[in-house]
């Protein structure tokens, strides 16, 4: 059974947002269209609490975008965003969310951020979201969402590894591409067999 995995399709993530994604809107519309086709349809949302260590505003010296070493790995520092219960980490307000069977939070924990819908950036912490799949039946996997080259990314590559069988479909995500950040996110996909639509 097909399962639809939208990502993070959030005000942060849109233009105006505090970490907006340039034309991150304009994957709503046909995010819209494509959720009629899937039998599961899940949502996700990066829901942090204010602080969040994954904020260069909780790492004096440290400024947006620049890297730090974490207990669990690096780790980019980003600009506040999605901060739970704010207008920045509400959906994008034409994105039909009523479709929804399941609606994912993640990065709620405040030492470890979590761009992966299925794992912490620990690559060890569950979120539930592959139990939630396996006990609904779905075996393929599709992506939409942002960003490309974060949470889509690294969901779509553990999607793979847990051996579902996976797509990402390009035309409904988009990037924020940091230092060659999408191209090596395509190439970490491909590596792991997952098709790039
Ligand atoms: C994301 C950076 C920080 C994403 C979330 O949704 O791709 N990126 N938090
Ligand atoms: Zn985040």
Not at 115 to 128: K, L, R
Not at 179 to 184: C, F, I, L, T
């Amino acid at each position: 059974m097909d399962a639809l995995i939208v990502t993070d399709v959030q005000n942060d993530f849109c233009p105006g947002g505090a970490l907006a994604v340039t034309d991150g809107d304009k994957i709503v519309p046909g995010i819209n269209r494509a959720l009629q086709a899937f039998p599961i349809r899940v949502f996700t949302q990066d829901w942090h609490p204010a602080g969040h260590s994954s904020f260069a505003s909780a790492h004096p010296g440290y400024a947006p975008f620049d890297m730090i070493d974490m207990p669990y790995g690096p780790q980019v520092l980003w600009p506040d965003h999605c901060m739970q219960g704010t207008d920045g980490a509400a959906f994008h307000a034409d994105l039909n969310v009523d479709p929804a069977d399941m609606i994912v939070r993640k990065g709620f924990r405040p030492d470890i951020d979590s761009y992966s819908a299925f794992f912490e950036n620990d690559h060890q912490t569950p979120t539930g979201l592959e139990g939630y799949l396996r006990s609904r039946g779905a075996t393929r996997l599709t992506f939409v969402g942002l960003a490309t080259d974060f949470c889509v990314s690294w969901s779509a590559v553990d999607a793979a590894k847990l051996g579902f069988e996976t797509e990402v479909r390009l035309d409904l995500c988009r990037a924020i591409d940091l230092d060659g950040s999408y191209e090596a996110a395509l190439a970490d996909m491909r590596a792991v067999g997952v098709r790039l639509s």
